[in-house]
Structure formats: structure tokens, C-alpha cells
């Protein structure tokens, strides 16, 4: 029989010694989505934001320089095109670019096949509790002080793809 107890010789009785040290894992100041939202490799990310912007055209380039110019203004950007002309291209050097300096960036789509597409999608209903169904006066469950508000707090960038096939009332209830 494998396994050991406390009567065993090498314990004297004793309890063993905690392997994890619960007090820096369950530290106040520790808010696991922000350490969620900021687990990448800053290296990693830069070198990709740089190929992507090497392979950018002339449009999606000015494109990536607004936005990442404002990144963080609280001004919002809406990239519009057919099918196939590089929006989620775009998308995904805006996040390797703020990631690289260490920055928040929120990837949602009004889809799921959509969010797939991004770095770290998410549905837009789930991130953001939009309430179903959703009315004029609906308003998002995010409690102002909780882990989810500090976290959306910090965030530098959300990009929400796909967002004019949501209801209006979503993206309202979401501001």
C-alpha cells in the first residue's frame, strides 16, 4: 500500500509542511483575472507585433497608428470592411503591440466562431453579463468592487469584433 500517515516514522507525529504558500496565493492585493489578462510572454508579443506591422498595408497601418496612438483615451474606433480585407489581422497586431508593453487589451465578439479568431476571445454576453434577454434599460451585473470591475478597470483596449451584430440595447447596457 502506497501513501504515508501521520503515525509513519519520518512525520513523528507531526503534520507535514504545506507545500503552497496560501497566504501569497490568497493575498489580497492578488486579483487572478488581472494576473489572467497579463499572463504572455512581453518578448514574445513584441516580436509578433513587429512582423505584423512589417506585413500590414498602407491603410491597416494608419489604421493600427490611431488606434494605438489613442489606446487608452476611451475614444472608440470602429474598423468597417468586407469579409477578407484584414480587420482581425488588425486586431491581433493591436494586442501583440499593447501586450508587448504590458497593457490590457479585452477580446470579444458578438459570436463564438468570432471570439475563436481573436487572442483570448470571449463571447460578449459572458464577459460582460448582458443580461437575455436585453431591453433599453438593462444594465450589466458587474459588482463596483469586485475582482471583474478592478479588471475592466485596467484595461487599456477592448476590441469587440463583430460588434454591429449585436442589439444596440448590449452595447448600451455594457457603457
Known amino acids: 500500500m502506497q501513501g504515508s500517515s501521520l503515525t509513519d516514522e519520518k512525520y513523528n507525529g507531526e503534520f507535514p509542511p504545506f507545500q503552497t504558500d496560501w497566504e501569497q496565493c490568497l493575498a489580497p492585493h492578488q486579483n487572478c483575472l488581472i494576473a489572467e489578462q497579463l499572463d504572455y510572454d512581453q518578448v514574445e508579443m513584441a516580436e509578433m507585433a513587429v512582423t505584423m506591422k512589417d506585413q500590414m498595408n498602407a491603410e491597416q497601418s494608419a489604421t493600427f497608428e490611431e488606434i494605438t496612438q489613442h489606446a ?4 472608440t474606433f470602429w474598423l468597417q ?5 484584414g480587420k482581425t489581422f488588425v486586431y491581433k497586431a493591436l494586442c501583440a ?11 470579444v465578439a458578438s459570436s463564438g466562431i468570432a471570439a475563436l479568431l481573436l487572442p483570448g476571445g470571449h463571447m460578449a454576453h459572458s464577459t460582460f453579463k448582458i443580461p437575455i434577454p436585453v431591453h433599453d434599460t438593462s444594465t450589466c451585473n458587474t459588482p ?3 475582482l471583474w470591475a478592478a479588471m475592466l478597470k485596467g484595461v487599456t483596449l477592448t476590441i469587440w469584433d463583430e460588434a454591429t451584430a449585436q442589439h444596440c440595447h448590449c452595447i448600451e447596457a455594457v457603457d
Open 72 to 75: 487608452g483615451d476611451g475614444q
Open 81 to 85: 470592411g468586407p469579409g477578407g480585407t
Open 97 to 107: 503591440e499593447l501586450c508587448s508593453q504590458g497593457k490590457i487589451v479585452l477580446c
Open 144 to 146: 463596483k468592487n469586485g
